[in-house]
């Protein structure tokens, strides 16, 4: 089945840095991915979509300017957690709908645990 | 109207019992329904997924129960095994599975 890959799978910083988390799609073309949030024992919630080659779409209630999304290329997309803080500590999750697939078609990457000290 | 309610929020199943989870919804305009099934730590992954043109689908243990009039949807996962222990998510989307709307979450114990 379609891969993606979330790249660093853990990682832990100190307040005020920023990170970067990427998201690739490592066996197929991916016009749009979408980034979640997800914090312990709680549901997914989506942040933002991405689309390649243009600016991506957040939800109500998400900071475009703490949470830098860019989707350059059919194969990645890279999320940037900027100025972080101990409250932006969460598991960050991507997914990635296959280029020309019909619809449904949506494969998720294992997740990005984000600790800021 | 874009929530989807899920329950019970966590079950405990005796090994080869059935695990049954709910989910329900308001906003018609929903055309795909997924289940995810996800481990502690992992992205959480496909099981199966059903569309509001059928009442039920089968793959394997897994079965989907679909009732459109009253805008629920269910999980059955027969002869529960152990590594089915995970926490499962319903979702649902429109215009064709891109932005979903997950459920609260289920955690499920297969217990032997």
């Known amino acids: 089945g379609a891969v993606v890959s979330q790249h660093p799978s853990r990682v832990i910083c100190k307040s005020g840095t920023s990170v970067k988390i990427e998201c690739r799609s490592l066996d197929f073309q991916a016009t749009t991915m979408f980034w979640y949030r997800q914090f312990p024992k709680q549901s997914l919630m989506l942040m933002a979509t991405?689309?390649?080659?243009?600016?991506?779409?957040?939800e109500q209630g998400v900071e475009k300017d703490k949470f830098l999304i860019n989707h350059a290329s059919l194969t990645l997309s890279t999320l940037t957690v900027t100025s972080a803080h101990p409250e932006d500590s969460s598991f960050y999750i991507c997914?990635?709908?296959?280029?020309?697939?019909?619809?449904?078609?949506?494969?998720f990457g294992e997740g990005s645990r984000l600790t800021v000290l | 109207q874009q929530q989807v309610k899920q329950s019970p929020q966590s079950l405990i199943v005796q090994k080869g019992g059935i695990s049954i989870i709910n989910c329900a919804y308001e906003?018609?305009?929903?055309?795909?329904f997924p289940w995810y099934q996800q481990f502690p730590g992992k992205g959480p992954a496909l099981l199966i997924a059903?569309?509001?043109?059928?009442s039920e689908k089968k793959e394997g243990r897994f079965t989907i129960s679909f009732n459109k009039s009253a805008k629920q949807f269910s999980l059955h996962i027969m002869d529960s095994q152990p590594g089915d222990s995970a926490t499962y998510f319903c979702?649902?989307?429109?215009?064709?599975?891109?932005?979903?709307?997950f459920g609260t979450g289920t955690q499920l114990k297969v217990e032997l």
């Open positions: 979702a649902a989307s429109t215009g064709g599975g891109n932005k979903l709307t």
């Open positions: 991405s689309n390649e080659g243009s600016k991506a779409t957040y």
């Open positions: 906003n018609t305009a929903f055309d795909y």
């Open positions: 059903i569309r509001p043109d059928v």
């Open positions: 997914s990635a709908r296959r280029r020309g697939a019909g619809s449904g078609e949506l494969f």
